[in-house]
């Protein structure tokens, strides 16, 4: 079995991605005897949220996730972020490649909201590896590269912000189900409103003043 190494050297964003984009640079290592024609990967990352410490505003915006503070011992378990594949061309001794993860602004995705959330700082993440890796000397020996290859990295949370930043300037995105939207489109043009943005504060403002007159 050919014996790999994974480290994550940083992580930037792809400013020509036709979407958000992460691009996380992997360092990749095998003895320096051993020709590798080829890596198929499955590279699966991880936020892990208990690796970090929160101010109280983000404690608060966190609480839909993991609840309040008094239950973070059992329930700031990590999230999944995103799964991807990653081909890398041969390499004797050490090589690196970019492994370009989508980044998803949806709030209803955990990983999104949980960006969202933070002030600043850095979110610390796990580098899962799987796969295939094609290597020897005269022709392919063909081996599972184990479950146990991992990386971590922390990445600034900066960096997640300018990636959304470049593609959605100051906008957020909310999933609802069609009836919901029939009804606010129906709403909007019984009012006459110029945007979803105003159709939403004027219901938000009727529901302050309906919450102030109780």
């Keep these: 079995m050919t014996t790999l190494g994974f480290a994550c050297t940083g992580v930037r964003t792809d400013p020509y991605a036709a979407g958000p984009t992460l691009v996380f640079r992997l360092r990749i290592t095998a003895p320096a005897d051993t020709r590798v024609h080829a890596l198929a990967l499955q590279c699966q990352l991880r936020i892990e949220p208990a690796r970090r410490p929160y101010g109280d505003a983000e404690g608060e915006r966190l609480t839909d996730l993991f609840g309040g503070r008094e239950r973070w011992a059992t329930t700031l ?80 949370v900066r960096v997640w912000r300018e990636a959304v930043d470049r593609h959605f300037p100051g906008c957020g995105w909310l999933r609802l189900p069609e009836d919901v939207l029939d009804e606010l489109l129906a709403y909007r043009s019984r009012r006459a409103l110029p945007s979803w943005e105003a159709t939403v504060r004027e219901l938000l403002a009727g529901a302050e003043v309906a919450e102030g007159a109780r």
């Design 77 to 156: 378990n990590p999230i999944q972020f995103a799964t991807v594949p990653l081909l890398v061309p041969g390499f004797t001794g050490e090589t690196e490649a970019d492994l370009v993860v989508p980044a998803s602004y949806d709030l209803e995705v955990a990983g999104a909201r949980y960006f969202r959330a933070l002030d600043g700082g850095e979110v610390p993440l796990l580098l899962l590896f799987s796969g295939t890796a094609f290597a020897g000397p005269g022709g392919f020996q063909v081996t599972p590269v184990p479950w146990d290859k991992e990386a971590r990295v922390r990445m600034p």
